[in-house]
C-alpha cells in the first residue's frame, strides 16, 4: 500500500503507534533510572544498618552503664544521708549530756552571785537563799529556753 494511498485512519494508528513505541521507550528509560535509585536506596540502608546498629548497641550498653552508676551515686547519697542522720543524732545527745551540767553549773554561779549579793545587802540568811535559789532556776531556765531556740534555728 502506498503512502498515498492510506486514509486518514491509517495515519492516525501510524501515529498512535509511534506515539505508543515512544511512550514504552520513555517509560523503559524512567525504570531503568528507577531501579538505580532504588538499588542506591537499597545499598544506602544496607549502608546505615551496618553502621547505625552497631552505635544503637553501643549507646545501649553505655546506658546501662550510666544506670549502674546512678544506682551507685544514689546509694552514695542514702550512706551520705544516713551517716548525717547519724551524726545530728550524735550531736544532739552529746549536746543533751553537755547542756544539763552546763545548765546546773551555770544556775549554781548566778544563785551564789544573787544569793551573795542579797546576804550583803539584808544581812538575811534565809532571804539570801531563797533569792539564790529563785536566781539559779530562772537562769536555768532562761539558758534552756536559749539553748531550745538555737536547736530550732539551726532545723530551719
Not at 530562772?138 to 534555728?153: F, K, N, T, V, Y
Amino acid at each position: 500500500m502506498p503512502i498515498l494511498a492510506s486514509t486518514a485512519g491509517d495515519v492516525a494508528y501510524y501515529a498512535l503507534a509511534l506515539f505508543l513505541v515512544a511512550v514504552g521507550l520513555g517509560l523503559g528509560y524512567m525504570f531503568l533510572r528507577l531501579a538505580g535509585t532504588f538499588t542506591r536506596l537499597s545499598s544506602l540502608i544496607q549502608g546505615t544498618e551496618q553502621e547505625l546498629l552497631p552505635v544503637i548497641a553501643k549507646v545501649g550498653v553505655s546506658v546501662d552503664k550510666v544506670n549502674g552508676q546512678l544506682d551507685k551515686v544514689d546509694q552514695m547519697s542514702d550512706s551520705a544521708v544516713d551517716m548525717a542522720d547519724s551524726v545530728d543524732t550524735a550531736v544532739r545527745a552529746v549536746s543533751m549530756a553537755i547542756a544539763r551540767p552546763v545548765q546546773k553549773v551555770s544556775g549554781l554561779a548566778a544563785g551564789l552571785s544573787h544569793g551573795a549579793s542579797a546576804f550583803k545587802a539584808r544581812r538575811d540568811f534565809g532571804d539570801a537563799v531563797r533569792v539564790g535559789k529563785d536566781a539559779a532556776a530562772r537562769r536555768e531556765r532562761d539558758l534552756a529556753d536559749e539553748l531550745r531556740q538555737a536547736g530550732d534555728d539551726g532545723l530551719s
